[in-house]
């Protein structure tokens, strides 16, 4: 039995709180939140045995095995960094942190201590994304040419909420944007040239952002995030004989439509069982209970890289967050 606990209590912690109920193995025994009462009513809510009150009292708590950190990503470096001391296992919603620095010093005091740790870019468990990273490898496509993806909300959001303060790392890029950014990086990695454009709002952040990613091998990515309105959240794969379509939403799609060039689409249905975020969860346990220290899907490296190029279209538009 892995014993999680979950750091903080907003939305996105009751979404995984509730597909934790649907992996083999795994069990919810604390909640740490920055108030009793928050703890308390998110742990009765979801079952959880215990609640504290700060982050620091859940991290002590030896009973626990892993925790899942669900705070606003300003949070997350001062959050994880808190587990790690205490030797805890550590899963940290996406993005990592707000910056390539503050991401280093996690991954630094990880390994420094032997402890694992894994961004939760459940995109890159996903089944089905995964079995479309198979096909490409196996020359389904050929060469892929280009990566197309998108992701916009409509809102509105009010000045202090995380989409647009900035003291709570604020912006469609990160919020948003690393999707379409990880997607490209799983299928092309690194590229050799960034070219980036934004609307910026009136608290300095990002509103409706471009990016284009150039390889050498003569691919590119096109890809735009935004928070001004709802975009189709689909994604495109162009290889050299074929391509590969993502319907909406492409970082858990319900079906992926493969053309070969000739002959007709295959469709490969997805298993929509739960919100997708049992499989980042089961990928955690697999590797503790194999004692890795960070997941062959989604490693410490690409979490840099993804920061790195975040930080890269951030210098570009003008966004800074220190």
């Not at 587990?83 to 991401?103: I, M, N, Q, Y």
């Not at 050929?142 to 809102?155: I, L, N, R, Y």
């Not at 608290?203 to 590119?220: C, H, K, P, Q, R």
């Amino acid at each position: 039995m892995t014993r999680w606990g979950i750091l903080a209590t907003g939305h996105i912690a009751g979404r995984f709180a509730e597909d934790l109920r649907l992996v083999p193995g795994a069990e919810l025994v604390a909640v740490g939140s920055r108030t009793p009462d928050g703890a308390r009513r998110f742990a009765d809510k979801h079952g959880a045995k215990r609640a504290y009150g700060s982050w620091a009292e859940l991290a002590a708590d030896d009973e626990v095995d892993v925790i899942y950190v669900a705070t606003p990503h300003a949070a997350h470096h001062e959050a994880t960094m808190t587990c790690l001391a205490a030797g805890r296992a550590v899963l940290v919603e996406k993005p990592f942190t707000l910056d390539l620095a503050d991401s280093v010093e996690l991954v630094e005091a990880a390994r420094s201590r032997g402890v694992f740790l894994m961004e939760a870019m459940w995109m890159r468990t996903n089944p089905l994304v995964l079995r479309v990273v198979e096909l490409i490898a196996e020359g389904a496509i050929g060469e892929v040419t280009s990566v197309q993806a998108d992701f916009g909300v409509a809102g509105p959001f009010p000045p202090e909420s995380r989409m647009r303060a900035r003291a709570l790392g604020g912006g469609a890029l990160l919020d948003v944007g690393v999707y379409p950014v990880s997607l490209a990086h799983l299928l092309l990695g690194v590229p050799q040239h960034v070219r980036a454009w934004a609307k910026i709002g009136p608290e300095g952040v990002d509103e409706n952002t471009g990016m284009i990613f150039g390889y050498d091998s003569g691919a590119l990515a096109t890809l735009s995030c935004g928070m001004v309105g709802a975009t189709p959240l689909a994604a495109s794969i162009t290889g050299t004989t074929g391509r590969i379509d993502l319907p909406a939403p492409f970082f858990r799609p319900p079906s992926a439509t493969l053309y070969r060039g000739v002959g007709e689409p295959e469709t490969i249905p997805a298993d929509l069982t739960g919100g997708g975020y049992q499989h980042e969860a089961a990928e955690v346990q697999r590797c503790l209970a194999e004692g890795l220290t960070e997941s062959p899907l989604v490693p410490h490296a690409t979490t840099l890289e993804v920061m790195g190029l975040l930080d890269a279209v951030r210098e570009q538009i003008g966004v800074h967050y220190r």
